[in-house]
Nanobody, 123 residues
Framework: QVQLVDSGGGLVQAGGSLRLACTASGRTLGSYSVGWFRQAPGKEREFVAVVSRGGGATYAGSVRGRFAISRENARNTVYLQMNSLKLEDTAVYSC?????????????????WGQGTQVTVSS
């Protein structure tokens, strides 16, 4: 079993950048596909990005070209680099680990979750 800790959230102005980190303990993250999801106030949680065991990534259309997900296996960490942030990116961001191969994008495909980190984008 793996335990996930999300970090890196904060307050940033529109157009700015943040880098979120998802750090694992208990098992190596290389054994899982790792995704990021977000939930804005009053909305359902939505898929943001996923990196497969092999390192390939897919993104939600709303963040493609602005966000980048990557692995650093030596640190047992997955990052989400967020650039050109918009007001609508404001949400609680959570990472999750999945036993699924490929690029799972649905919540029920994930087995372990981090606690979430708040990202607030201001005008």
């Amino acid at each position: 079993q793996v335990q996930l800790v999300d970090s890196g959230g904060g307050l940033v102005q529109a157009g700015g950048s943040l880098r979120l980190a998802c750090t694992a303990s208990g098992r190596t993250l290389g054994s899982y596909s790792v995704g990021w999801f977000r939930q804005a106030p009053g909305k359902e949680r939505e898929f943001v990005a996923v990196v497969s065991r092999g390192g390939g990534a897919t993104y939600a259309g709303s963040v493609r070209g602005r966000f980048a997900i990557s692995r650093e296996n030596a640190r047992n960490t997955v990052y989400l680099q967020m650039n050109s942030l918009k007001l609508e990116d404001t949400a609680v961001y959570s990472c999750a680990a999945s036993y699924e191969m490929g690029w799972p994008s649905k919540e029920d495909e994930y087995d372990f979750w981090g606690q979430g980190t708040q990202v607030t984008v201001s005008s």
